[in-house]
């Protein structure tokens, strides 16, 4: 069956690294987009970043503006491997994480929730000094 296994997170001082990972297993993930989503305290998940599939045409990641140039996400595909790093957390990047896939091929790249079918079982992270 499919599983997405994260590892990470924790307590980070402001302007620090962080590196997410998310171990997939029970499908061929390079046929397949990845992505990153976060909650924060009382907020709505939010999407924060994509990694597409081998196979979509398009653009082979998608940030969201709060992230975009300070986050990466990446994947290993032969590793069955997606990641999401970071060298310099603010405060507001403060939730839990998840990664997540859909159950259907040929979705593209996106960040809207309802796209994802299978999910990691969440990774906090606390940016605080």
């Known amino acids: 069956q499919v599983e997405l296994v994260q590892h990470g997170g924790g307590l980070v001082q402001p302007g620090g690294s962080l590196r997410l990972s998310c171990a997939t297993s029970g499908f061929t993930l390079g046929r397949f987009p990845i992505a990153w989503f976060r909650q924060a305290p009382g907020k709505e998940r939010e999407g924060v970043a994509c990694?597409?599939?081998?196979?979509?045409?398009?653009?082979?990641?998608l940030y969201a503006d709060s992230v975009k140039g300070r986050f990466t996400v990446s994947r290993d595909n032969d590793k069955n491997m997606v990641y999401l790093s970071t060298d310099s957390v603010v405060p507001e990047d403060t939730g839990t994480y998840y990664c997540a896939s859909p159950a259907l091929l040929g979705r593209g790249c996106g960040v809207d929730a309802a796209d994802y079918d299978f999910w990691g079982q969440g990774a906090q992270v606390t940016v605080s000094s």
């Open positions: 990694t597409s599939s081998r196979e979509d045409r398009g653009s082979s990641t």
